[in-house]
Protein backbone atom coordinates (compact mmCIF):
# COMPACT_ATOMS: atom_id res chain seq x y z
CA UNK A 1 0.00 0.00 0.00
CA UNK A 2 1.55 3.19 -1.10
CA UNK A 3 2.19 5.74 1.63
CA UNK A 4 -0.24 8.58 -0.16
CA UNK A 5 -3.16 5.66 0.90
CA UNK A 6 -2.31 4.95 4.11
CA UNK A 7 -4.22 8.08 6.07
CA UNK A 8 -7.44 6.49 3.99
CA UNK A 9 -7.42 3.42 5.38
CA UNK A 10 -6.12 4.74 8.83
CA UNK A 11 -9.39 7.12 8.83
CA UNK A 12 -11.66 4.18 7.77
CA UNK A 13 -9.98 1.55 10.95
CA UNK A 14 -10.54 4.43 13.15
CA UNK A 15 -14.13 5.51 12.75
CA UNK A 16 -15.10 2.02 12.62
CA UNK A 17 -13.63 1.65 15.88
CA UNK A 18 -14.68 4.96 17.40
CA UNK A 19 -18.43 4.17 16.28
CA UNK A 20 -18.75 0.36 17.46
CA UNK A 21 -17.47 1.64 20.82
CA UNK A 22 -19.28 4.51 21.36
CA UNK A 23 -22.49 1.95 20.09
CA UNK A 24 -21.60 -0.56 22.66
CA UNK A 25 -20.56 2.05 25.48
CA UNK A 26 -24.50 2.40 25.13
CA UNK A 27 -25.28 -0.64 25.70
CA UNK A 28 -24.28 -0.22 29.08
CA UNK A 29 -26.57 3.26 29.80
CA UNK A 30 -29.62 1.13 30.96
CA UNK A 31 -31.81 4.52 30.64
CA UNK A 32 -30.33 6.34 27.35
CA UNK A 33 -32.78 5.95 25.17
CA UNK A 34 -35.47 7.60 27.33
CA UNK A 35 -33.19 10.48 28.72
CA UNK A 36 -32.34 11.51 25.16
CA UNK A 37 -36.17 11.28 24.14
CA UNK A 38 -36.00 14.41 26.86
CA UNK A 39 -33.49 16.54 25.68
CA UNK A 40 -34.87 20.09 24.11
CA UNK A 41 -32.82 19.63 21.02
CA UNK A 42 -33.55 16.42 19.95
CA UNK A 43 -37.36 17.07 20.60
CA UNK A 44 -36.76 20.24 17.95
CA UNK A 45 -35.22 18.27 15.57
CA UNK A 46 -36.85 14.81 15.93
CA UNK A 47 -40.68 14.48 15.77
CA UNK A 48 -42.28 11.45 17.66
CA UNK A 49 -43.12 9.69 14.59
CA UNK A 50 -39.36 10.34 13.44
CA UNK A 51 -37.64 9.20 16.41
CA UNK A 52 -39.95 6.26 16.46
CA UNK A 53 -38.40 5.53 12.94
CA UNK A 54 -34.93 5.70 14.17
CA UNK A 55 -35.28 3.76 17.15
CA UNK A 56 -32.40 1.11 17.05
CA UNK A 57 -31.54 -1.21 20.18
CA UNK A 58 -27.67 -0.33 19.64
CA UNK A 59 -27.94 3.71 20.29
CA UNK A 60 -30.32 6.34 20.30
CA UNK A 61 -31.75 8.41 17.38
CA UNK A 62 -29.23 11.40 17.70
CA UNK A 63 -26.00 9.48 17.63
CA UNK A 64 -27.88 7.15 14.70
CA UNK A 65 -27.78 10.65 12.59
CA UNK A 66 -24.19 11.60 13.87
CA UNK A 67 -22.97 8.29 12.94
CA UNK A 68 -24.10 8.76 9.39
CA UNK A 69 -22.45 12.31 9.37
CA UNK A 70 -19.38 10.48 10.26
CA UNK A 71 -19.74 8.01 7.53
CA UNK A 72 -20.54 10.49 5.10
CA UNK A 73 -17.44 12.55 6.31
CA UNK A 74 -15.23 9.45 5.21
CA UNK A 75 -17.46 9.28 1.87
CA UNK A 76 -16.01 13.34 1.47
CA UNK A 77 -12.70 12.01 2.31
CA UNK A 78 -12.48 9.09 -0.30
CA UNK A 79 -13.12 11.82 -2.92
CA UNK A 80 -10.71 14.14 -1.67
CA UNK A 81 -8.26 11.46 -1.94
CA UNK A 82 -9.19 10.23 -5.33
CA UNK A 83 -8.90 14.44 -6.86
CA UNK A 84 -5.63 14.29 -4.98
CA UNK A 85 -4.39 12.18 -7.92
CA UNK A 86 -5.04 15.58 -10.34
CA UNK A 87 -5.00 18.20 -8.10
CA UNK A 88 -1.87 17.44 -5.91
CA UNK A 89 -1.57 17.12 -2.01
CA UNK A 90 -1.16 20.55 -1.60
CA UNK A 91 -4.27 21.77 -2.57
CA UNK A 92 -6.28 19.21 -1.08
CA UNK A 93 -4.44 19.28 2.78
CA UNK A 94 -6.76 21.52 3.84
CA UNK A 95 -9.66 20.07 2.48
CA UNK A 96 -9.14 17.07 4.21
CA UNK A 97 -7.97 18.28 7.39
CA UNK A 98 -11.35 20.07 7.27
CA UNK A 99 -13.05 16.90 6.97
CA UNK A 100 -11.35 14.88 9.81
CA UNK A 101 -12.67 17.89 12.08
CA UNK A 102 -16.01 17.16 11.21
CA UNK A 103 -15.98 13.30 11.46
CA UNK A 104 -14.12 13.98 15.40
CA UNK A 105 -16.68 16.54 15.81
CA UNK A 106 -19.57 14.60 14.65
CA UNK A 107 -18.28 11.57 17.22
CA UNK A 108 -16.48 13.12 20.08
CA UNK A 109 -17.24 16.26 20.20
CA UNK A 110 -21.18 15.22 19.67
CA UNK A 111 -20.89 12.70 22.00
CA UNK A 112 -19.53 14.92 25.01
CA UNK A 113 -22.13 17.05 24.87
CA UNK A 114 -24.78 14.54 24.42
CA UNK A 115 -23.56 13.26 28.00
CA UNK A 116 -23.15 16.54 29.61
CA UNK A 117 -26.49 17.66 28.65
CA UNK A 118 -27.79 14.63 30.17
CA UNK A 119 -25.82 14.42 33.29
CA UNK A 120 -27.30 17.87 33.79
CA UNK A 121 -30.72 16.52 33.34
CA UNK A 122 -30.05 13.33 35.86
CA UNK A 123 -28.00 14.89 38.43
CA UNK A 124 -24.12 14.85 38.62
CA UNK A 125 -23.61 10.99 39.52
CA UNK A 126 -25.12 10.26 35.87
CA UNK A 127 -23.13 9.69 32.62
CA UNK A 128 -19.40 11.07 33.51
CA UNK A 129 -16.59 9.41 34.99
CA UNK A 130 -16.02 9.45 38.79
CA UNK A 131 -12.26 10.61 39.16
CA UNK A 132 -11.95 12.99 36.15
CA UNK A 133 -14.94 14.87 36.48
CA UNK A 134 -17.08 14.32 39.73
CA UNK A 135 -14.06 13.96 41.73
CA UNK A 136 -11.98 16.83 39.74
CA UNK A 137 -15.30 19.02 40.51
CA UNK A 138 -15.21 18.33 44.13
CA UNK A 139 -11.55 19.07 44.43
CA UNK A 140 -11.84 22.45 42.61
CA UNK A 141 -14.91 23.26 45.29
CA UNK A 142 -12.20 22.64 48.33
CA UNK A 143 -9.91 24.98 46.87
CA UNK A 144 -11.99 27.91 46.19
CA UNK A 145 -13.08 27.32 49.90
CA UNK A 146 -9.52 27.08 50.87
CA UNK A 147 -9.70 24.12 51.86
CA UNK A 148 -7.06 20.94 50.83
CA UNK A 149 -8.62 18.05 48.65
CA UNK A 150 -6.22 15.88 50.02
CA UNK A 151 -7.06 16.03 53.38
CA UNK A 152 -11.01 16.06 52.67
CA UNK A 153 -12.97 12.79 52.25
CA UNK A 154 -15.59 12.91 49.46
CA UNK A 155 -18.21 10.49 51.30
CA UNK A 156 -20.89 13.28 51.23
CA UNK A 157 -20.39 14.40 47.41
CA UNK A 158 -21.72 13.11 44.42
CA UNK A 159 -18.85 10.92 43.98
CA UNK A 160 -20.53 8.47 46.86
CA UNK A 161 -23.65 7.99 44.48
CA UNK A 162 -21.05 6.54 41.52
CA UNK A 163 -21.43 3.18 41.98
CA UNK A 164 -18.68 0.37 41.55
CA UNK A 165 -17.26 -1.59 44.24
CA UNK A 166 -13.94 -1.41 46.45
CA UNK A 167 -14.50 2.37 46.42
CA UNK A 168 -11.59 3.46 48.38
CA UNK A 169 -10.96 7.01 46.13
CA UNK A 170 -13.74 8.25 48.28
CA UNK A 171 -10.87 8.93 50.95
CA UNK A 172 -8.34 9.79 48.46
CA UNK A 173 -7.43 12.50 45.28
CA UNK A 174 -4.64 11.05 43.27
CA UNK A 175 -4.27 13.75 41.00
CA UNK A 176 -1.49 16.99 41.16
CA UNK A 177 -2.82 20.08 41.91
CA UNK A 178 -2.65 21.61 38.90
CA UNK A 179 -5.68 20.09 37.75
CA UNK A 180 -7.65 21.74 40.01
CA UNK A 181 -6.31 24.97 40.12
CA UNK A 182 -6.34 25.43 36.44
CA UNK A 183 -10.09 24.18 36.01
CA UNK A 184 -10.74 26.81 39.03
CA UNK A 185 -11.19 29.79 36.98
CA UNK A 186 -13.71 27.88 34.41
CA UNK A 187 -15.80 26.22 37.37
CA UNK A 188 -16.20 30.36 38.09
CA UNK A 189 -17.04 31.81 34.88
CA UNK A 190 -19.31 28.86 33.36
CA UNK A 191 -21.33 29.07 36.85
CA UNK A 192 -21.58 32.36 36.22
CA UNK A 193 -22.70 31.83 32.50
CA UNK A 194 -24.80 29.16 32.48
CA UNK A 195 -25.26 28.12 36.30
CA UNK A 196 -23.50 24.85 35.93
CA UNK A 197 -19.95 23.35 35.63
CA UNK A 198 -18.60 20.24 34.12
CA UNK A 199 -15.03 19.21 33.81
CA UNK A 200 -15.79 17.91 30.04
CA UNK A 201 -16.15 21.60 29.57
CA UNK A 202 -12.04 21.90 30.32
CA UNK A 203 -11.25 18.52 28.55
CA UNK A 204 -12.75 19.43 25.31
CA UNK A 205 -11.48 22.56 25.51
CA UNK A 206 -7.88 21.27 25.67
CA UNK A 207 -8.93 18.25 23.04
CA UNK A 208 -9.71 20.97 20.48
CA UNK A 209 -6.30 22.89 21.03
CA UNK A 210 -3.93 19.58 21.36
CA UNK A 211 -5.40 19.03 17.84
CA UNK A 212 -4.49 21.91 16.51
CA UNK A 213 -0.70 22.74 18.33
CA UNK A 214 -0.18 19.00 16.96
CA UNK A 215 -0.04 20.15 13.12
CA UNK A 216 3.30 22.37 14.20
CA UNK A 217 4.79 18.30 15.44
CA UNK A 218 4.88 17.28 12.06
CA UNK A 219 6.31 18.63 8.62
CA UNK A 220 4.56 16.35 5.82
CA UNK A 221 1.19 16.59 5.50
CA UNK A 222 0.14 13.55 5.20
CA UNK A 223 1.77 12.74 8.86
CA UNK A 224 -0.05 16.01 9.34
CA UNK A 225 -3.37 14.75 8.71
CA UNK A 226 -2.92 10.77 10.08
CA UNK A 227 -1.60 12.73 13.41
CA UNK A 228 -5.09 14.32 13.92
CA UNK A 229 -7.09 11.44 13.12
CA UNK A 230 -4.90 9.05 15.29
CA UNK A 231 -5.07 11.20 18.09
CA UNK A 232 -8.79 13.11 17.24
CA UNK A 233 -10.33 9.48 17.02
CA UNK A 234 -7.91 7.71 19.08
CA UNK A 235 -10.25 4.31 20.38
CA UNK A 236 -9.73 4.30 24.35
CA UNK A 237 -8.77 7.96 24.44
CA UNK A 238 -11.64 9.37 22.54
CA UNK A 239 -13.98 7.34 25.15
CA UNK A 240 -12.55 9.13 27.89
CA UNK A 241 -12.86 12.22 26.73
CA UNK A 242 -16.83 11.82 25.95
CA UNK A 243 -16.94 9.99 29.39
CA UNK A 244 -14.41 12.49 31.31
CA UNK A 245 -11.36 10.87 32.05
CA UNK A 246 -8.56 13.52 32.24
CA UNK A 247 -5.88 11.95 30.40
CA UNK A 248 -6.68 14.60 27.57
CA UNK A 249 -5.78 16.67 30.06
CA UNK A 250 -2.64 15.96 30.70
CA UNK A 251 -1.79 15.18 26.97
CA UNK A 252 -2.45 18.59 26.31
CA UNK A 253 0.40 19.95 28.66
CA UNK A 254 2.81 17.64 27.06
CA UNK A 255 2.02 18.41 23.45
CA UNK A 256 2.20 21.97 24.34
CA UNK A 257 5.92 21.40 25.77
CA UNK A 258 6.69 19.74 22.91
CA UNK A 259 5.25 22.62 20.72
CA UNK A 260 7.51 25.13 21.84
CA UNK A 261 10.47 23.37 21.10
CA UNK A 262 12.74 24.84 18.60
CA UNK A 263 11.92 23.19 15.33
CA UNK A 264 14.93 24.76 13.05
CA UNK A 265 18.69 25.68 13.50
CA UNK A 266 17.71 29.39 13.17
CA UNK A 267 15.37 28.64 15.92
CA UNK A 268 18.06 27.53 18.38
CA UNK A 269 19.36 31.14 19.75
CA UNK A 270 15.15 31.67 20.72
CA UNK A 271 15.89 30.69 23.72
CA UNK A 272 12.43 31.44 24.70
CA UNK A 273 10.69 28.48 23.22
CA UNK A 274 13.26 26.42 25.81
CA UNK A 275 12.14 28.58 28.80
CA UNK A 276 8.27 27.97 27.83
CA UNK A 277 8.51 24.49 26.85
CA UNK A 278 10.15 24.28 30.20
CA UNK A 279 7.48 25.95 31.92
CA UNK A 280 5.10 23.82 30.21
CA UNK A 281 6.72 20.37 31.20
CA UNK A 282 6.82 21.77 35.00
CA UNK A 283 2.95 22.05 34.78
CA UNK A 284 2.78 18.58 32.97
CA UNK A 285 4.68 17.24 35.94
CA UNK A 286 2.20 19.04 38.34
CA UNK A 287 -1.21 17.27 36.72
CA UNK A 288 -0.75 13.62 37.33
CA UNK A 289 2.02 11.02 38.07
CA UNK A 290 1.51 9.09 34.82
CA UNK A 291 3.25 12.29 33.48
CA UNK A 292 6.34 11.53 35.28
CA UNK A 293 7.58 9.48 33.31
CA UNK A 294 8.52 12.38 30.40
CA UNK A 295 10.98 13.68 33.16
CA UNK A 296 14.15 12.15 31.87
CA UNK A 297 13.59 12.64 28.00
CA UNK A 298 12.39 16.20 28.00
CA UNK A 299 15.30 17.04 30.24
CA UNK A 300 17.51 15.61 27.90
CA UNK A 301 15.44 18.07 24.76
CA UNK A 302 16.46 20.66 27.08
CA UNK A 303 19.91 20.39 25.80
CA UNK A 304 21.70 21.68 22.82
CA UNK A 305 23.70 19.43 19.91
CA UNK A 306 27.09 19.59 19.95
CA UNK A 307 28.42 21.27 16.56
CA UNK A 308 29.53 18.40 15.32
CA UNK A 309 26.35 16.87 14.28
CA UNK A 310 24.55 14.39 16.47
CA UNK A 311 27.09 14.60 19.46
CA UNK A 312 25.75 15.91 22.30
CA UNK A 313 27.20 18.15 25.15
CA UNK A 314 26.15 19.79 28.21
CA UNK A 315 25.29 23.80 27.75
CA UNK A 316 25.82 25.73 30.18
CA UNK A 317 22.38 26.97 29.77
CA UNK A 318 20.83 23.53 30.69
CA UNK A 319 19.88 24.81 34.24
CA UNK A 320 18.86 27.78 33.28
CA UNK A 321 16.40 26.12 30.83
CA UNK A 322 15.37 23.75 33.32
CA UNK A 323 14.32 25.93 35.81
CA UNK A 324 10.85 26.77 34.95
CA UNK A 325 10.13 23.27 35.06
CA UNK A 326 11.02 22.81 38.49
CA UNK A 327 9.77 26.10 39.80
CA UNK A 328 6.24 25.28 38.32
CA UNK A 329 5.81 21.81 40.22
CA UNK A 330 7.59 22.98 43.36
CA UNK A 331 5.20 26.05 43.19
CA UNK A 332 1.98 24.08 42.38
CA UNK A 333 3.08 20.56 44.59
CA UNK A 334 4.63 22.71 47.32
CA UNK A 335 2.06 24.03 49.32
CA UNK A 336 -0.14 20.88 49.77
CA UNK A 337 2.86 18.96 50.48
CA UNK A 338 3.33 21.38 53.03
CA UNK A 339 0.50 21.48 53.95
CA UNK A 340 -0.28 17.98 54.83
CA UNK A 341 2.98 15.60 53.82
CA UNK A 342 1.41 12.49 55.51
CA UNK A 343 -2.17 13.09 53.49
CA UNK A 344 -0.46 13.85 50.37
CA UNK A 345 1.68 11.28 50.10
CA UNK A 346 -1.03 9.32 50.90
CA UNK A 347 -3.74 10.35 48.22
CA UNK A 348 -0.92 10.38 45.62
CA UNK A 349 1.38 7.50 45.90
CA UNK A 350 0.65 5.17 48.50
CA UNK A 351 -3.17 4.89 47.49
CA UNK A 352 -1.33 3.46 44.09
CA UNK A 353 1.20 1.29 45.02
CA UNK A 354 -1.26 -0.04 47.90
CA UNK A 355 0.45 0.86 51.33
CA UNK A 356 -2.42 3.03 51.70
CA UNK A 357 -4.90 1.62 54.55
CA UNK A 358 -7.45 2.66 51.68
CA UNK A 359 -5.87 1.40 48.56
CA UNK A 360 -6.32 1.15 44.97
CA UNK A 361 -7.57 -2.86 44.30
CA UNK A 362 -5.00 -5.02 42.01
CA UNK A 363 -6.86 -4.86 38.85
CA UNK A 364 -6.55 -3.94 34.49
CA UNK A 365 -5.04 -5.41 31.69
CA UNK A 366 -1.49 -6.25 32.78
CA UNK A 367 0.73 -8.28 34.80
CA UNK A 368 -1.60 -7.96 38.29
CA UNK A 369 -4.05 -10.74 36.33
CA UNK A 370 -1.24 -13.23 36.86
CA UNK A 371 -0.87 -12.42 40.69
CA UNK A 372 -4.64 -12.90 41.32
CA UNK A 373 -5.11 -16.25 38.61
CA UNK A 374 -1.98 -17.44 41.24
CA UNK A 375 -3.48 -16.44 44.67
CA UNK A 376 -0.71 -14.95 45.30
CA UNK A 377 -2.80 -12.47 47.45
CA UNK A 378 -6.06 -12.47 49.65
CA UNK A 379 -7.82 -9.74 47.86
CA UNK A 380 -7.56 -7.44 45.79
CA UNK A 381 -7.01 -4.50 48.28
CA UNK A 382 -4.06 -6.97 49.92
CA UNK A 383 -0.30 -5.56 49.26
CA UNK A 384 2.44 -7.35 46.82
CA UNK A 385 5.33 -6.29 46.01
CA UNK A 386 5.36 -4.88 42.31
CA UNK A 387 7.96 -2.39 42.59
CA UNK A 388 10.39 -5.59 42.00
CA UNK A 389 9.15 -6.56 38.90
CA UNK A 390 9.05 -2.78 37.60
CA UNK A 391 12.65 -2.22 39.11
CA UNK A 392 14.06 -5.45 37.26
CA UNK A 393 12.68 -4.39 34.00
CA UNK A 394 12.33 0.11 33.92
CA UNK A 395 15.08 0.35 35.48
CA UNK A 396 17.79 -1.05 31.93
CA UNK A 397 14.52 0.19 30.15
CA UNK A 398 15.63 3.67 30.93
CA UNK A 399 19.24 3.33 30.24
CA UNK A 400 18.85 2.07 27.12
CA UNK A 401 15.94 4.91 25.62
CA UNK A 402 17.87 7.57 27.42
CA UNK A 403 21.23 6.37 25.31
CA UNK A 404 18.82 5.58 22.15
CA UNK A 405 17.87 9.53 22.33
CA UNK A 406 21.48 10.94 23.15
CA UNK A 407 22.23 8.90 20.08
CA UNK A 408 19.41 9.75 17.89
CA UNK A 409 15.66 11.57 18.65
CA UNK A 410 16.03 14.60 20.81
CA UNK A 411 12.45 16.25 19.37
CA UNK A 412 8.99 15.33 20.22
CA UNK A 413 8.78 12.21 18.72
CA UNK A 414 12.34 10.76 20.90
CA UNK A 415 10.17 12.44 23.86
CA UNK A 416 6.85 10.82 22.93
CA UNK A 417 8.39 7.78 22.18
CA UNK A 418 10.73 6.71 24.95
CA UNK A 419 7.64 8.09 27.00
CA UNK A 420 5.02 5.76 25.76
CA UNK A 421 7.37 3.17 25.86
CA UNK A 422 8.57 3.15 29.38
CA UNK A 423 5.10 4.37 30.68
CA UNK A 424 3.77 0.98 29.36
CA UNK A 425 6.23 -1.50 30.93
CA UNK A 426 6.05 0.36 33.73
CA UNK A 427 2.31 0.13 33.56
CA UNK A 428 2.02 -3.30 32.92
CA UNK A 429 4.00 -4.64 35.71
CA UNK A 430 1.95 -2.38 38.21
CA UNK A 431 -0.68 -2.93 40.27
CA UNK A 432 -3.46 -1.62 38.05
CA UNK A 433 -3.33 -0.95 34.14
CA UNK A 434 -6.27 0.55 33.55
CA UNK A 435 -7.75 0.70 30.04
CA UNK A 436 -7.13 4.78 29.52
CA UNK A 437 -3.51 4.32 29.91
CA UNK A 438 -3.62 2.02 27.36
CA UNK A 439 -5.49 4.70 25.08
CA UNK A 440 -2.92 7.48 26.56
CA UNK A 441 -0.01 5.48 25.56
CA UNK A 442 -1.01 4.93 22.33
CA UNK A 443 -1.59 8.90 21.58
CA UNK A 444 2.24 8.90 22.44
CA UNK A 445 3.64 6.44 20.41
CA UNK A 446 1.44 8.06 17.97
CA UNK A 447 3.57 11.26 18.34
CA UNK A 448 6.30 9.28 18.51
CA UNK A 449 5.52 7.44 14.82
CA UNK A 450 4.65 10.62 13.06
CA UNK A 451 5.88 13.69 14.85
CA UNK A 452 9.53 15.25 14.06
CA UNK A 453 12.49 13.26 15.19
CA UNK A 454 14.57 16.91 15.84
CA UNK A 455 15.46 20.11 15.13
CA UNK A 456 16.69 20.33 11.19
CA UNK A 457 18.59 22.12 9.13
CA UNK A 458 17.24 25.66 8.18
CA UNK A 459 17.23 25.17 4.53
CA UNK A 460 15.07 21.37 5.00
CA UNK A 461 12.46 23.48 7.22
CA UNK A 462 11.82 25.84 3.56
CA UNK A 463 11.86 23.19 1.56
CA UNK A 464 9.13 21.40 3.27
CA UNK A 465 6.88 24.52 3.82
CA UNK A 466 7.25 25.58 0.18
CA UNK A 467 6.03 21.75 -0.48
CA UNK A 468 2.80 22.00 1.92
Request: some cysteine; proline content about 6%; hydrophobic content about 55%.
Amino acid sequence: MSQRRLDLWLLFLLLMARVRIDTLADMVLPARHQDVARLPLVQRLFSPHVQELLKDWLTDPLSLVLISIAFAGFFLYLLADLAQERWGEAKLYPAKLAIIWLIIAATVLAGSAKLIALRQMNGPASYCHDGGVIQTEEAVKLFLAGRNPYSEDYLNTPLAEWGLDLRSALYHYPYLPWTFVFSAPFYLLSQAVWGYFDARLVYLLLFMLTLLMSLRLARRPAHRLMLVMALGLNPIMGSDVIFGQNDIFVLFWMVLAWWFLPRAEGERRQEWRYLASSAAAGLVLASKPTAWFMLPFHLLALWEVGREGRRWSISPRWWQRSLPMLTAFVVLAGPYFLWSPAAFMDDIWQWASGTSATPYQIRGWGFANFVLALGLVESRLSYFPFWIPQLLVCAPLLVLLVRRQVGRLRGPAGIALHTGILLFVYAFFSRFFNENYVGFIAALLTIGLLADDGVEPAHAMQETASDT
